[in-house]
C-alpha cells in the first residue's frame, strides 16, 4: 500500500519558533510536495521536489523554505512562524511522470495553530 | 493560468438522496488531466478518478459518475443514493501536463464539503 506519513498531526507553536514539518513517503517516488489548506481556498501549492536536494517554488513560497537530503524525506521549515500560518499542511508524493502513474498520494495532514 | 471552481461551498442532504458536486476548469492547454479527490475527516485526500481530456466518456463507479464535458468545461461528480460514509470534503483538480522538472502540478478548485445525514 502507498504510504505518505506526517511526523505530527497537531502541533501548537508560538509567534516567531521555528517550525519543522516531516514527511516520509515508502514508494521511493521522485517527487514530494508540500500543500497549505484553508477554508474557501482549497489546496495551495507551497514548494516541491524533483529529486534530492532539488526544489522549487510553489504558489505561495513566502515563509517557508524546505529540506530534501534523501529521497523518502521532505521537510516543510516555517523560520519564523506567524499567526497567519495557523493551516492544515498536507504532504504528498508522486512517481516521475513518464515513468509510472500520474497519481498523487497523500499524507493526513498536519493541524499547526500558530498562538 | 489555470484555474478549478467549486461554486458549491456545502452540501447538505439526506441519505439516499442523489448528489452532484460541480467542478468547472480554465485551462489554455489542450492536454490536461483532471481529478477528483475525497478527505474525509481523518484529513488524508483519497485518489477516487483521473480523467485525460481526450477522453469524454462518462464513467460509473457503483454509486459513483463523473460527466466531463470540455464544450463547457466542467467535470461533474455525482453519487448516487448517498451514504453517511460519503460524508467528507471533496475536492476537484487540473493538471496540465507542462512538467516542471519532471514533476506534474496539482491546481485544486476550493473543495464541496458534502453532509449526509441519516
Known amino acids: 500500500d502507498v504510504k505518505v506519513t506526517q511526523s505530527s498531526r497537531y502541533l501548537v507553536k508560538r509567534t516567531g519558533e521555528k517550525v519543522f514539518l516531516e514527511c516520509v513517503q515508502d514508494m521511493d517516488h521522485e517527487n514530494m510536495f508540500w500543500y497549505r489548506q484553508d477554508p474557501g481556498l482549497g489546496l495551495r501549492l507551497i514548494y516541491f521536489s524533483y529529486d534530492v536536494k532539488m526544489k522549487e517554488k510553489g504558489d505561495i513560497p513566502e515563509g517557508y523554505s524546505v529540506s530534501r537530503e534523501k529521497k523518502e524525506r521532505f521537510s516543510l521549515i516555517l523560520e519564523s512562524a506567524s499567526t497567519n500560518q495557523t493551516s492544515m499542511y498536507l504532504c504528498?508524493?508522486?512517481?516521475?511522470?513518464?515513468?509510472?502513474?500520474?497519481?498523487?498520494?497523500f499524507g493526513e495532514g498536519s493541524w499547526l495553530t500558530v498562538v | 493560468a489555470q484555474k478549478v471552481t467549486q461554486a458549491q461551498t456545502e452540501i447538505s442532504v439526506v441519505e439516499k438522496e442523489d448528489v452532484t458536486l460541480d467542478c468547472v476548469y480554465e485551462?489554455?492547454?489542450?492536454?490536461?488531466?483532471l481529478f477528483w479527490y475525497k478527505q474525509p475527516p481523518s484529513g488524508e485526500l483519497v485518489f477516487l478518478i483521473r480523467r485525460n481530456s481526450f477522453d469524454e466518456q462518462n464513467e460509473i463507479s457503483g454509486r459513483y459518475s463523473w460527466n466531463f464535458q470540455k464544450s463547457t468545461s466542467s467535470f461533474n461528480f455525482t453519487i448516487t443514493a448517498s451514504q453517511v460514509v460519503d460524508s467528507a470534503v471533496y475536492f476537484c483538480?487540473?493538471?496540465?501536463?507542462?512538467?516542471?522538472?519532471?514533476?506534474?502540478?496539482?491546481?485544486f478548485g476550493q473543495g464541496t464539503r458534502l453532509t449526509i445525514n441519516p
Open positions: 485551462t489554455r492547454d489542450t492536454t490536461y488531466y
Open positions: 483538480a487540473l493538471r496540465t501536463v507542462e512538467l516542471i522538472q519532471g514533476a506534474q502540478k496539482l491546481v
Open positions: 504528498a508524493s508522486s512517481p516521475r511522470l513518464r515513468t509510472a502513474g500520474n497519481t498523487i498520494y
